[in-house]
């Protein structure tokens, strides 16, 4: 099978919202007035964002969720994503998996493949993805990392962690009981974009990020973004760990075992989350639990915004506690 009849048969479908889909020079997009366009790429590379043996359905999904994720931390309404492809050989059952595995997360999201690339090389996936977002009264409506302010709360959405403990789990570096690594690897695989949630926090938050490199490492953007700094109760964020929803797989409390060192770092320093970390003034409380029932998204506050910069970290008695926590860098 050539290029042209893999791009066809595995990749080109008819669009409704581009102008012009797959298979010219250029897709075309019609931006709708009185919006801007959210634009966002990632690349996941083989034997560095994920095993190159992964289920080639997770990955598929997984490729296109990471991207849904930043425009959700824009609040940003998903419209359509280009693919660039990179492909060892080709594997036909591999390709219909991957394939699957992304369009069904596209049509959820009525996002549509308009364009992209394919090569032979060693396996990289790069999809670049283009959201929209409202112009009010000539303000943008985006999300933005810097709008956070002195006094506003801190809140992160869903669970924070179990990527993180299904990773050392199939790094070898720590063993869970078989439906715990079920469930925390598909948190790891197969992470669930915030999309909703960016949009009903939309007017709502000042400022938000998607968590995907550690919550420490993710918060220091908004704060360095913001000229502000933060307090954050550690014990309200350790409490993440989705250890309810696996205690009663294991007969009770396995998660809530798990040292309280360890349930720190994995929360705190654990990326793949693909939760959003959002501030919004005290003011917002009731409309923030609004945008959380509306989008059917827990959401969780776990700290305020100070006007003194860095970054504080408080447990359960409001004692500060040592940070000595470091998030993912690729060069560091
Ligand atoms: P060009 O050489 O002009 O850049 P290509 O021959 O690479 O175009 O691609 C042909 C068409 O197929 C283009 O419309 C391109 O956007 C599309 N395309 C290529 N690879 C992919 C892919 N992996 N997914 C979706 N569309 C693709
Ligand atoms: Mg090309």
Not at 103 to 111: I, N, P, R, S, T
Not at 166 to 195: I, Y
Request: hydrophobic fraction near 45%; aromatic fraction near 6%.
């Amino acid at each position: 099978m050539g290029e042209f009849d893999l791009i066809a048969r595995y990749f080109k479908r008819p669009v409704r919202r581009a102008a012009l889909g797959v298979g010219d020079d250029c897709a075309l997009l019609a931006p709708r007035a009185g919006h801007q366009l959210a634009i966002s790429s990632d690349m996941l590379v083989a034997g560095r964002h994920f095993f190159p043996e992964v289920d080639p359905r997770a990955l598929g999904h997984k490729s296109l969720a990471v991207n849904l994720s930043d425009l959700a931390a824009c609040g940003a309404r998903p419209l359509a994503f280009t693919l660039a492809l990179a492909l060892p050989e080709v594997k036909q059952r591999w390709l219909a998996a991957f394939a699957d595995g992304l369009f069904a997360l596209a049509d959820a999201h009525h996002c549509e493949l308009i364009g992209g690339d394919t090569t032979a090389g060693p396996l990289n996936i790069c999809i670049t993805i283009f959201g929209e977002v409202p112009v009010v009264d000539g303000r943008s409506q985006a999300l933005l990392r810097s709008g956070a302010k002195a006094g506003d709360d801190l809140y992160v959405s869903g669970t924070l962690g179990d990527a993180r403990l299904a990773l050392g789990a199939l790094l070898g570096q720590a063993s869970l009981p078989a439906e715990v690594l079920a469930k925390a690897r598909q948190r790891l695989e197969r992470p669930t974009p915030r999309v909703a949630l960016g949009l009903a926090l939309r007017g709502v938050a000042s400022a938000a990020i998607d968590v995907s490199d550690g919550l420490l490492g993710d918060l220091g953007h908004i704060l360095e973004c913001s000229t502000v700094g933060a307090t954050v109760e550690v014990d309200i964020a350790a409490s993440l760990i989705a250890a309810s929803a696996y205690s009663e797989s294991v007969g009770g409390q396995f998660l809530i075992n798990l040292p309280e060192p360890q349930r720190r770092r994995l929360v705190l320093c654990g990326g793949d989350d693909y939760e959003l970390l959002f501030t919004a003034p005290a003011t917002a409380r009731a409309a923030v639990q609004a945008a959380a029932q509306a989008s059917q998204t827990p959401v969780t506050r776990i700290g305020q915004i100070d006007a003194a910069p860095g970054l504080r970290l408080i447990d359960r008695q409001r004692q500060a506690l040592p940070n000595s926590y470091a998030s993912f860098d690729h060069f560091a």
